[in-house]
């Protein structure tokens, strides 16, 4: 089935750890997006691809970093964990940047001690 | 800026009964806007959308009309099923080629049978 697959599921980390959310898209899409959800908060952008090659920052970027070697992969990379980057993660993707439907993966839940 | 909100919940129903959940927007230009519904344990999944002003977009039973005059999207559904507990966001895009794409904070909607 298309999608998007994000992995892991869930994760507990230590502060101060690097930790790589993985993100894959089968839907050949152009652009693609990780956003954190927090309760009361809705969804937040922390970072966005319009294409392979090409990445730019969201409302809340710090703490993070993303790459976009290929079209169908979209990693997430938190350098060093803070308690406060604990959050579901969602990763998206949409044919193209901006005014299109968006297909989310199921989330990484990360608890950051 | 661009921003989308939504009515408080938990809104809580009984199956059968009449469902209106609020949205409103404020945007520099013309967005398209959106209604996704999530699942528990899942993302967001597009529920609906409509581009210009008085399109009414539908799907599973689900109505939402753009307002342009009142900026408002209040998603309606006839007769709530059990199955339609979930969470419902409402979300706008801009239509310049941007990575804006704004979310409301999300109602969670409880029918009980």
């Known amino acids: 089935i298309a999608g998007i697959t994000q992995a892991p599921t869930s994760q507990i980390l230590a502060a101060g750890r690097r930790m790589t959310l993985r993100c894959t898209q089968d839907?050949?899409?152009?652009?693609m997006y990780w956003y954190r959800q927090d309760l009361g908060l809705g969804l937040r952008l922390i970072h966005y691809?319009?294409?392979?090659?090409?990445?730019g920052k969201g409302e809340v970027p710090d703490g993070y970093s993303v790459s976009r070697a290929n079209t169908d992969d979209f990693p997430l990379t938190l350098a060093s964990a803070v308690p406060s980057q604990t959050s579901v993660y969602f990763c998206?993707?949409?044919?193209?940047?901006?005014?299109?439907?968006?297909?989310f993966g199921d989330g990484t839940r990360l608890s950051i001690l | 800026g661009d921003s989308v909100t939504q009515m408080e919940g938990p809104v809580t129903l009984s199956e059968e009964a009449f469902l209106t959940i609020n949205c409103t927007y404020t945007?520099?230009?013309?967005?398209?806007l959106f209604w996704y519904v999530q699942y528990p344990g899942e993302g967001l999944q597009l529920l609906l959308k409509?581009?210009?002003?008085?399109d009414k977009g539908s799907n599973k039973g689900f109505e939402a009309t753009y307002r342009k005059e009142t900026t408002s999207f209040h998603l309606e559904k006839g007769s709530v099923q059990v199955s339609d507990s979930a969470v419902y966001f409402c979300?706008?895009?801009?239509?310049?080629?941007?990575?804006?794409?704004?979310f409301g904070t999300g109602t969670r909607l409880k029918v009980l049978a």
């Open positions: 839907m050949r899409h152009n652009a």
């Open positions: 979300a706008l895009s801009d239509t310049s080629g941007t990575y804006k794409y704004i």
């Open positions: 945007a520099t230009g013309y967005p398209s």
């Open positions: 998206a993707s949409s044919e193209f940047l901006g005014d299109q439907p968006q297909h």
């Open positions: 691809s319009n294409t392979a090659g090409t990445t």
């Open positions: 409509a581009t210009k002003a008085d």
